[in-house]
């Protein structure tokens, strides 16, 4: 049987991450795995989840889409980020990032004495500008015979959704999630947790969307949607092994 499994949202959580696919047992040989983005920023682990996440890419052993929090590091990182981005970055996550990025340097720790973002940019484009080099080149969106997948979601008010604005595959909520898509295929995505629209962190299947970010980084779970025979439906999720940050 071959099947398409997807998650979303891992933001650093790496014990979370290896622990789901153990759980749906992903055999890479044979599942197409397809991750929707948003692997940095609250969990403690972004640089580990990126490795793994660069290896089973370039194996072939998986899909990799480009995420707001992936996208806002990239900014941060090669300094084109405004003073407000820059300050949203740390409000909604950043410091974790760089501690993982910058563990075992005197770079960036938990006092303010011990953090400059300057030499910590520069170690990181040093060291692991591979990294930084494999997220820039992520796409926005990847489609198949019956969905469409996207980190945040698609825009109903552009008749080809592909000619959206970039910043909607990575940040629209409210627009897309509470109206019909005007598109044939079924579109999944991350980015909104699925306890705002239902009030669970299980999976939300909103009919022609499905909603699958389980708000591991806030201590709830990370999901994964099992696809068989083209639109069979299992879904799975873990507990959040990393405390909330």
């Not at 930084?132 to 008749?159: K, R």
């Amino acid at each position: 049987m071959n099947r398409t499994l997807v998650i979303s949202d891992i933001h650093g959580c790496y014990a979370s991450f290896n622990e789901l696919l153990n759980t749906v047992r992903y055999m890479p040989e044979q599942d197409k795995l397809i991750l929707l983005g948003d692997f940095v920023d609250r969990g403690p682990k972004s640089k580990e989840v990126i490795e793994q996440v660069i290896g089973i890419v370039e194996a072939g052993q998986a899909i990799a889409l480009r995420g707001n929090h992936d996208q806002r590091f990239l900014e941060v990182m090669d300094n084109s980020a405004n003073e407000h981005a820059t300050q949203r970055f740390f409000e909604y996550g950043g410091h974790q990032t760089l501690s993982s990025y910058c563990s075992g340097t005197p770079l960036w720790n938990d006092s303010e004495e011990g953090r400059n973002l300057e030499a910590a940019r520069a170690y990181i484009q040093q060291t692991y500008g591979h990294h930084l080099a494999f997220l820039n080149q992520l796409p926005y969106y990847y489609e198949d015979d019956h969905h469409i997948y996207v980190h945040a979601g698609i825009n109903p008010e552009y008749v080809n959704w592909k000619e959206q604005p970039l910043l909607d595959f990575l940040w629209i909520r409210d627009p897309f999630y509470s109206k019909p898509t005007i598109v044939e295929k079924t579109v999944l995505f991350g980015h909104t947790r699925a306890i705002k629209m239902h009030d669970t962190a299980h999976i939300w299947f909103g009919g022609d969307k499905i909603g699958i970010d389980g708000g591991c980084a806030y201590g709830m779970q990370l999901n994964c949607l099992e696809i068989t025979n083209g639109q069979e439906y299992r879904a799975y999720h873990v507990n959040a092994v990393e405390s909330k940050s």
